[in-house]
């Protein structure tokens, strides 16, 4: 019996669904932050520990090389975001295991795990085969959990001390209302906008569909128009809404690496060899200052009716 470890908050229960393909697996959950633990046990998660308090990524670390070392897990499964890609490279080379990101399936044969994840970016699925411990970072949303109901034992656990490393100050980030990466349905922006205060064109837009805001790369991580949270891309979110809704993108692999798995997709841009066109279901070639402002009052009358 394999022993697994899922990390990650309440929101992403998403991922014992992954931990579930393991052949007869014995799964614990490392919980992060609030949220009912006892619920796990619908899913076959047997012990759950809990870290109420907020830990950086080292402390984090720490305490997992400790807890890895102590129960001798096969497997240890997280959410694919900054937090972790700083946290699980920090563990796993001081537990001498590989690291293996944006995980889409698992199959195991008898000692072999079968990991498929993307690969060069998101345009390619590469099949690897691990014959040890092995850290899985995956979307939470692309799986669903099995209901197998277990009792569940809790355990609180305490950071451990960082050793070589000290944390000079920490600075939580703004949070919107909702994940972006749950998201159903997404209007995102790019350096098609001209001015920050024209945004407001997209979110008038979003505000009629009751979708989320997302962007591109430049406007979060070089303008500074919108926070992070916002970010859909390769080094951003991954997102995997009903409808993705691109204005003013061009569509460079970095961002199409964090949609593709979009239900349908609309493009709407000016330049006719925008590389975004080649990867829609349906797309607009227009100046977005006109035809966004004429969509979203036809939308809003046709929702009036």
């Excluded at 470890?5 to 014995?26: F, H, R, T, W």
């Excluded at 293996?100 to 698992?106: E, I, N, S």
Aim: net charge positive.
């Amino acid at each position: 019996m394999a022993k697994v470890l899922v990390i990650g908050s309440i929101s992403d229960l998403g991922l014992i669904g992954l931990a579930q393909k393991v052949e007869s697996p014995e799964i614990h959950y490392l919980l992060l932050g609030s949220g009912d633990a006892t619920q796990l046990g619908k899913y076959g998660v047997t012990k759950v520990y809990t870290l109420s308090a907020q830990v950086d990524e080292a402390s984090l670390a720490e305490t997992l090389v400790n807890l890895i070392s102590t129960n001798n897990y096969s497997v240890i499964i997280t959410p694919v975001n900054k937090y972790f890609k700083t946290t699980i490279p920090i563990a796993a080379q001081k537990t001498s295991a590989p690291v293996l990101v944006d995980v889409l399936d698992l199959k195991q044969g008898g000692n072999t795990f079968e990991v498929t994840l993307n690969g060069v970016g998101n345009r390619a699925q590469v099949t690897v085969k691990v014959t040890d411990r092995v850290f899985l970072m995956a979307p939470p949303a692309r799986f669903k959990p099995v209901e197998k109901v277990t009792t569940v034992t809790t355990e609180s656990l305490q950071p451990k001390a960082i050793t070589g490393i000290k944390v000079v100050s920490t600075e939580e980030k703004p949070k919107g209302k909702v994940r972006i990466e749950d998201a159903e349905l997404i209007v995102s922006v790019g350096r098609g906008f001209k001015k920050q205060e024209d945004l407001k064109l997209a979110f008038e837009l979003a505000e009629v569909l009751g979708a989320e805001i997302g962007c591109s790369r430049p406007i979060a991580a070089d303008l500074k128009w919108l926070s992070e949270d916002h970010w859909v891309g390769l080094s951003g979110h991954k997102v995997r809404p009903k409808l993705y809704m691109a204005v003013g993108i061009s569509g460079q692999p970095q961002h199409l690496a964090g949609m593709m798995e979009s239900k349908t997709v609309v493009v709407i841009n000016s330049d006719p060899n925008a590389p975004f066109f080649k990867n829609c279901d349906y797309g607009v070639v227009e100046d977005l200052y006109k035809f966004v402002p004429a969509l979203t009052k036809k939308l809003r009358e046709i929702l009036k009716k």
